[in-house]
């Protein structure tokens, strides 16, 4: 079975620009969810989609948005960049319940100028 | 959300056994108990989870205290690889969502 993978690896935009980031989920699982890590700090959830639905969101503005596909992939997407969204953007793809387990991918690192 | 508190930093010798402890005092009758850790450069990897009963896995073990306020994750032995940041998280037990809420963890140092 292949893993959780997104892209790209690295990103560099400028403040006002907009942004899209990928996601390919883990065979067999029909949950997304999106985490964005600072530096230093722990990831924080962003979204969470479920058969193409949105299932949750955390504390993060509209211009945070995010598409999940019939065959489960996702996008998340950014728009105005602000300095501040600068972080490692992570996705988990999993089955929906609250025990299972969540798969990672390596993240894609966002460089705000 | 209930939250959990961790020790910002740990170290421990190679080979040696590791306690990991995590306190969540505000945690309800529904929420699991998880661990995952993050390796350098790495998105985060489930280590294990628990509701009441101590669980075991090829990875770690994890002792859930009487009251379930708070848990300790066991590495038997650990190993350079082992050097991570370790969270402890709890996950609403109903489903309607199965978010992370991540605190800052415990950077856990492995010397050699």
């Known amino acids: 079975e292949t893993g959780v993978t997104q892209s790209p690896t690295h990103l560099i935009k400028t403040r006002g620009q907009q942004v899209t980031l990928r996601c390919s989920s883990q065979?067999?699982?029909?949950?997304v969810s999106w985490y964005q890590q600072a530096l230093g700090q722990g990831p924080q959830f962003i979204f969470q989609?479920?058969?193409?639905?949105?299932?949750g969101r955390g504390n993060f503005p509209p211009r945070f948005s995010g598409l999940q596909f019939p065959n489960y992939s996702s996008e998340l997407n950014v728009n105005a960049l602000e300095l501040d969204d600068s972080a490692l953007y992570l996705c988990?793809?999993?089955?929906?319940?609250?025990?299972?387990?969540?798969?990672f991918g390596p993240g894609t690192r966002l460089t705000v100028l | 959300d209930a939250k959990t508190t961790q020790p910002n930093s740990m170290e421990s010798n190679e080979e040696e056994p590791v306690h990991l402890p995590c306190n969540h005092s505000?945690?309800?009758?529904?929420?699991?108990i998880h661990w995952y850790r993050q390796l350098p450069s790495q998105g985060p990897e489930y280590v294990i989870h628990g509701l009441t009963s101590n669980v075991n896995n090829r990875m770690a073990s994890l002792a859930i205290a009487e009251d379930r306020k708070s848990s300790t994750l066991i590495l038997h032995r650990a190993t350079l690889r082992d050097a991570a940041v370790y969270y402890c998280i709890l996950s609403f037990g109903r489903g309607a969502t199965n978010k992370l809420i991540f605190g800052t963890g415990t950077l856990l140092a492995v010397q050699p």
């Open positions: 989609y479920y058969r193409e639905e949105e299932n």
């Open positions: 065979s067999g699982h029909n949950t």
């Open positions: 505000t945690i309800s009758g529904t929420d699991y």
């Open positions: 988990a793809s999993s089955l929906l319940t609250s025990t299972d387990t969540q798969y």
